[in-house]
Nanobody, 123 residues
Framework: QVQLVESGGGLVQAGDSLRLSCAAS????????MGWFRQAPGKARDFLAA????????SYADSVKGRFTVSRDNAKKMVYLQMNSLKPEDTAVYYC????????????????WGQGTQVTVSS
């Protein structure tokens, strides 16, 4: 059974940085594109960033471009989201997701999801 487990969330102050991690199991990891999304209370799940299986192509939402960086380590079956210059509006539950084979920006395009990790940014 495929599992994606996010970690690294927490409570930080505006301007701080966090690195989220997502560990995959029971997945041919290098064949899957990986995406990061977030969902704030009462809002839709929004695309943040994605990376192809080889890591050769990246995609970012305009709202996080220049502040967030997605990366992966296929040997460890891990994907990361480095988040810098965090703002209170970044407060949300953050999810990683897996999709074969190519990147998508819509949540419905992803086959597997983690349970999410809470990120709270105080002002």
């Amino acid at each position: 059974q495929v599992q994606l487990v996010e970690s690294g969330g927490g409570l930080v102050q505006a301007g701080d940085s966090l690195r989220l991690s997502c560990a995959a199991s029971e997945l041919t990891f290098s064949a899957y594109s990986m995406g990061w999304f977030r969902q704030a209370p009462g809002k839709a799940r929004d695309f943040l960033a994605a990376i192809t299986g080889s890591g050769g192509r990246l995609s970012y939402a305009d709202s996080v471009k220049g502040r967030f960086t997605v990366s992966r380590d296929n040997a460890k079956k891990m994907v990361y989201l480095q988040m810098n210059s965090l703002k209170p509006e970044d407060t949300a539950v953050y999810y990683c997701a897996a999709r074969w084979p190519d990147i998508a920006t819509m949540p419905g395009g992803y086959e597997y999801w983690g349970q999410g990790t809470q990120v709270t940014v105080s002002s």
